[in-house]
């Protein structure tokens, strides 16, 4: 698959219903794939076990249905990906990238849990697996929406996590052993994730993959400045009446709502989105609801 061709991805975690928060990072990416004629893909981070909630992708996938959201590809699911990420580790081991780690938490807590090196007491029977970040690994890259963004991930995070020590893989080493395989050349989702990108570069590079382009999202942020997402506020939006929601995350993307006046149907919504999108409209910054949105 040629890097050129623009393929895109949207993934969500099976953590609860679909809010008005995900719909935007959902519309907001979709949005950016047709505008270049690209593709894009829907893929289920299904890697933690422990956070999923029985039922909740199902229900996520037919909201997406509902707002004509489909995938053009064949839905992933990474729990159905152990070999794929279990090769990469195993490469990364080889090449002593990556070592394993029999610290806790606690007693990382003097170094502000950032590893450095190993402090651990005692070995556990089933170590996790980090990734070794030297002194100098800074990581600099230009978002498309932010600019400029630039973390010495070695000071500031440290030798990250790839393979948890309760066995289950870190969501760093799945999205970008996926991003590769998939073949994805921009990654489109919430400024929440912005953190996360130098780490996920450094991975990239240690496994020979490119690096896709990246551009994050506004945020929804409730009055009192808390992410959506993690209130009690983050109602699951009305999948039997999409369009209002549509229309709403419309306007948050910073579009101009006259376009999509008068539509009667998604199928028509979404045809007038893509005509009128406009990629320089977009908001930089976080979005705050009022009281009553939320």
Do not use: N
């Given at each position: 698959?040629?890097?050129?061709?623009?393929?895109?991805?949207?993934?969500?975690?099976?953590?609860?219903?679909?809010?008005?928060?995900?719909?935007?990072?959902?519309?907001?990416?979709?949005?950016?794939?047709?505008?270049?004629?690209?593709?894009?893909?829907?893929?289920?981070?299904?890697?933690?076990?422990?956070?999923?909630?029985?039922?909740?992708?199902?229900?996520?996938?037919?909201?997406?249905?509902?707002?004509?959201?489909?995938?053009?590809?064949?839905?992933?699911?990474?729990?159905?990906?152990?070999?794929?990420?279990?090769?990469?580790?195993?490469?990364?081991?080889?090449?002593?990238?990556?070592?394993?780690?029999?610290?806790s938490r606690t007693e990382l807590a003097d170094q502000?849990?950032?590893?450095?090196?190993?402090?651990?007491?005692?070995e556990r029977a089933r170590p996790a697996i980090r990734?070794?970040?030297?002194?100098?690994?800074?990581?600099?890259?230009?978002?498309?929406?932010?600019?400029?963004?630039?973390?010495?991930?070695?000071?500031?995070?440290?030798?990250?996590?790839?393979?948890?020590?309760?066995?289950?893989?870190?969501?760093?080493?799945?999205?970008?052993?996926?991003?590769?395989?998939?073949?994805?050349?921009?990654?489109?989702?919430?400024?929440?994730?912005?953190?996360?990108?130098p780490r996920q570069i450094l991975l990239q590079q240690?496994?020979?993959?490119?690096?896709?382009?990246?551009?994050?999202?506004?945020?929804?942020?409730?009055?009192?400045?808390?992410?959506?997402?993690?209130?009690?506020?983050?109602?699951?939006?009305?999948?039997?009446?999409?369009?209002?929601?549509?229309?709403?995350?419309?306007?948050?993307?910073?579009?101009?709502?006259?376009?999509?006046?008068?539509?009667?149907?998604?199928?028509?919504?979404?045809?007038?989105?893509?005509?009128?999108?406009?990629?320089?409209?977009?908001?930089?910054?976080?979005?705050?609801?009022?009281?009553?949105?939320?």
């Open positions: 698959m040629s890097m050129t061709a623009y393929r895109g991805r949207f993934a969500p975690s099976p953590t609860g219903p679909l809010h008005a928060g995900s719909l935007l990072a959902a519309l907001g990416s979709w949005l950016l794939a047709r505008h270049a004629r690209g593709q894009w893909l829907v893929r289920v981070e299904d890697v933690d076990p422990p956070r999923t909630v029985p039922g909740a992708i199902d229900q996520q996938l037919a909201a997406l249905a509902a707002f004509g959201l489909g995938s053009d590809d064949a839905i992933v699911h990474q729990s159905q990906r152990d070999a794929l990420y279990q090769a990469a580790l195993d490469r990364l081991l080889a090449e002593d990238k990556a070592f394993a780690c029999h610290c502000q849990g950032i590893h450095h090196y190993c402090v651990a007491r005692t990734l070794r970040v030297p002194p100098g690994s800074v990581v600099a890259f230009d978002d498309g929406l932010r600019g400029r963004v630039r973390q010495d991930v070695h000071a500031m995070v440290g030798d990250f996590v790839l393979r948890r020590a309760d066995g289950y893989w870190a969501y760093q080493l799945a999205v970008v052993v996926d991003d590769g395989d998939q073949a994805i050349t921009d990654v489109v989702r919430g400024a929440d994730l912005l953190d996360s990108t240690a496994l020979g993959l490119p690096t896709p382009r990246y551009l994050h999202l506004p945020l929804l942020l409730e009055p009192d400045g808390l992410k959506l997402s993690k209130s009690a506020a983050a109602r699951p939006v009305d999948a039997y009446h999409p369009l209002p929601a549509l229309q709403q995350a419309w306007a948050q993307l910073g579009q101009d709502p006259a376009c999509l006046q008068g539509c009667r149907s998604v199928a028509e919504l979404l045809e007038r989105a893509v005509a009128g999108f406009d990629p320089a409209r977009l908001p930089p910054g976080d979005i705050r609801l009022d009281a009553d949105a939320c």
